[in-house]
């Protein structure tokens, strides 16, 4: 099977009351919209699941994107399943601000701000009309252009540098940098996305361990717990046990009981990876 980019449009981009994952739900839509032959969609169970699974968001999110859009009137409705786009809006190809590549969208090591971010300095790299094909745009420059926050936008830099996803030279004058240029690894995203694939399967291995793991102790307390129950019913029914027999038998059953817990405890405190 083929693997699409993401689209993100630019007037999206501006609405400062969507979230970032709202923004690129809502442009997935507008692009089916605008590929459609009537210029509508109709959004039942079936294309919200497809939404779901090409974006790999919560169905929430999807149907809280939905509600949003109609608020703010990005959308229209007909009949309650048929939503239409507002025609103040351009969603032609012309319009389609950022195309995030599958092996950035993908990635499980970065958030939506670093794939949008890094989608946005490759842009330049593909962009033969741009000075030597590279980002040199500042933080606050970056941060105006994607209606982000400038820290925000800095923190992302600065993680992407760290990880090998992007590299950074600066023009200094002495200690007073003139000029910062991004240079986009390439060659390197697609290594990084493998490897946080290969990541989130082991990841996921663990966590399947782990909630077995739970399980069967949750289950040795349930077995410890009833079989507690019988030995002192015993204990109090049956006249032929004596009183220093019931308190020894009691107190082993405790002392299990309190062990099973421990091991239950102790499973309970490792924490799923991702969550």
Avoid: W
């Avoid at 693997?3 to 923004?23: D, M, T, V």
């Avoid at 459609?36 to 968001?57: A, D, G, H, Q, R």
């Avoid at 990005?74 to 507002?86: A, G, M, R, S, T």
């Amino acid at each position: 099977m083929k693997k699409s980019n993401i689209i993100l449009y630019r007037f999206l981009l501006e609405e400062k009351s969507l979230s970032l994952k709202q923004k690129i739900v809502l442009s997935q839509i507008l692009y089916m919209i605008h590929r459609s032959k009537n210029k509508e969609v109709l959004l039942n169970i079936e294309l919200k699941e497809k939404i779901k699974n090409l974006l790999k968001y919560h169905k929430d999110t999807i149907n809280e994107s939905i509600k949003k859009a109609l608020s703010l009137g990005i959308l229209d409705n007909n009949e309650e399943v048929y939503y239409i786009y507002n025609n103040q809006y351009n969603v032609d190809k012309k319009s389609i601000y950022i195309s995030i590549p599958y092996n950035i969208f993908y990635n499980n090591d970065l958030t939506e701000l670093d794939k949008i971010i890094l989608a946005y300095c490759l842009g330049f790299k593909k962009n033969k009309n741009i000075d030597k094909l590279n980002c040199k745009m500042s933080n606050k420059q970056i941060s105006e252009e994607l209606n982000l926050s400038e820290q925000s936008v800095k923190r992302s830099i600065s993680k992407l540098n760290t990880n090998g996803y992007i590299k950074l030279e600066h023009d200094k004058t002495g200690f007073i940098i003139k000029k910062r240029t991004i240079f986009v690894n390439v060659d390197n995203i697609e290594n990084l996305y493998t490897k946080s694939i290969e990541k989130m399967e082991v990841e996921n291995i663990e966590n399947q361990v782990i909630k077995e793991v739970k399980e069967i102790h949750v289950n040795t307390i349930k077995m410890n717990y009833f079989e507690d129950s019988l030995d002192l019913l015993e204990m109090f029914n049956e006249i032929t046990i004596s009183t220093e027999d019931a308190k020894k038998l009691y107190f082993r059953k405790k002392k299990e009981y309190e062990n099973a817990k421990k091991i239950y405890n102790k499973a309970m405190n490792i924490q799923p990876h991702g969550t």
